[in-house]
């Protein structure tokens, strides 16, 4: 009993105080003003030398959010936001023009390289074999400041820059498929995000195309309360592939700070998709103090017949996570897969899970969600299936284990189930278990001492969702489910 | 060397163990026999410092060093083993995964660096092949869906490979049919040396034709009630335990 006490109390103190990426790069930023209003919304169009479209396309959205509000069904709770309250434009003041790698400024690539994300084009090929490289489109607050390895990808076809730039370079593509699986009012942060969104990332990948590299993009909030509105745009075109990983930190900070990203997917006939991230945002201290508050809303459209999409996420960090990868699953014979882990620990609050839509014939979807609980956190699965009347043979399996560490945190698992049609199947099973005793005291009589011990259980327990991840982020995820979950190990 | 002087332990207010003495020197192979329920994998847990046991009274000191000041890791560190009558599941953790972690794990907690990989590799399969354990079945998550026999010898695998000073096996021959007995106790004996103990715990005298001991004790009701050669084992085996279990321990 007094070795799983002391584990809990080592779990309760990792606290977040150890967050290590909780430095502040001090470079001067351009900030708009607080608040939100019409003329804000110009301004950041402006900055972007958006054509009149885009900045049409935002104001509409921003007149709608006016009428819309808060959802309050997730099981998180927070202070009410004041949106007037909050930056939604930063940018780090050297980072304007053009963005060659040369022109960056040192404290930036400075900042990623304490992040370990290798930015500078001569690391990456000094260091990694071509078929491992990974380009990497940073965002930092909210410009995206460089993008390595476009010409490669440029040969193969394969756009991938900022989406502002896709905006002005690509107009037709933006038009056609922007909006288009995340409407501009699905939802009160999707509808503030169309509004304000400041960047993100942009992919195209051409019919037949296999994207000769992983593609990634590492957020990262720094300036002080502003909000974080990314918006990403992947098309998978016809037979197509692609593997795009979203990696994420922020700095320690007091306040809460706000993120509302909308990433969009779209998979094209016999497409196929492959989306992961790995989150580890400042969760707020011990106390529950600070912390990102999280509000995301990703969704992958299977637009055509066989494509495939694929959410994976490890999830660790943000005070409040409210977040559903989703697939709508139009296309027949098309696939939807959701891998989650989400580790809640201090006074984080979690609520998660997916939403596999299914309209075609023959569609399949499996969900596999894996959530540990520990200290004082909440950790809610929040799942819905459905199949429409078109929707033959539909299948689902859904797969969602918790894990509890200690006894002050929670396990929640909500499943909505809706099928219109008799001829789908949809299978669901869940467990929530404890680190046991008996499994402590077997590790710990065969040397591991306590943190290695909990450690090597959780990563047991989340075995089948790190498996589905690309191997540099899976070796990441280990590493971050230890800090996450380890007292004074450094 | 292990000494157990007076040890009494109890565990939800009941007194289980009440009274045990007991001295190890190196390259000793002690039997501890005994009916189910007279304390025997108590004794083991509260040696290896499981936390659900209450030491009301006593000491147990290993080299010197005051067992009961340590944890179990720490115990583990200073060379002791279980090898447990009741193998504990970790689901998702490969076999030969575990066994890297608890290796490094150890070398860690004596100041040494972690074992290079191929290096670890070469020495698993060695010791794996000795006892029948199968790549395959290192690369399962450890002793889930093992028959019992394929959870001993793992549990011996970790053993050998651990190499530890003080090994302590509850009833490794439960569960295990004859061919198996013979193979798992030839692993033990591979590691029986001049610097290593073993205290085998058995309720049945087939393991020590495999696994001579240099002494054989009764436990009862918490208590060592009698200590005699190897031939005591054989007296056991005819006899039975009811001497002793009707003794009300003297
Ligand atoms: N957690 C417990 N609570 C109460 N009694 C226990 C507990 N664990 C073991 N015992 C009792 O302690 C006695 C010794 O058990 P054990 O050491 O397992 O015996 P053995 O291994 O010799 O068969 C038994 O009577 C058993 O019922
Ligand atoms: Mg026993």
New binding site residues.
Partial sequence: MVAVQETIDQVKAIDVDQYKYGFVTDIESELAPKGLNEDIIRFISAKKSEPEWMLEWRLDAFRRWKTMEEPSWARVHYPKIDFEDLHYYAAPKTAEGPKNLDEVDPILLDTYKKLGIPLSEQEILAGIAPEHRIAVDAVFDSVSVATTFKEELAKAGVIFCPISEAIRDYPDLVKQYLGTVVPVTDNFYATLNSAVFSDGSFVYIPKGVRCPMELSTYFRINEQNTGQFERTLIIADEGSYVSYLEGCTAPQRDENQLHAAVVELVALEGAEIKYSTVQNWFPGDAEGKGGIYNFVTKRGDCRGDNSKIAWTQVETGSAITWKYPSCILRGDNSVGEFYSIAISNGYQQVDSGTKMIHLGKNTSSRIISKGISAGRSQNTYRGQVSAHRKAKNARNFTQCDSLLIGDQCGAHTVPYIESKNATAVFEHEATTSKISDDQMFYCLARGLNEEEAVALIVNGFVRDVIQQLPMEFAVEAQKLIGISLEGSVG | MLEIKNLHAK??G?E?LRGVNLTVKPGEIHAIM??????????SYVLSGKE?YEITEGSITYNGEDMLELGPDERAAAGMFLAF?YPIEIPGVATMTFLKTALNAQRKARGLEEMPTPEFMKLVREKAADLNVTPEMLRRPLNVGFSGGEKKRAEILQMSLLEPTLCIL?ETDSGLDIDALRIVSEGVNKLRSPERSMIV?THYQRLLDHIVPDVVHV?SKGRIVKTGGKELALELEKNGYADFVDEKAA
């Fill in positions: 565990v939800d009941n289980i005994g009916p189910n329920g007279s304390g025997k994998s108590t004794l659900d009558q509850d715990i436990l």
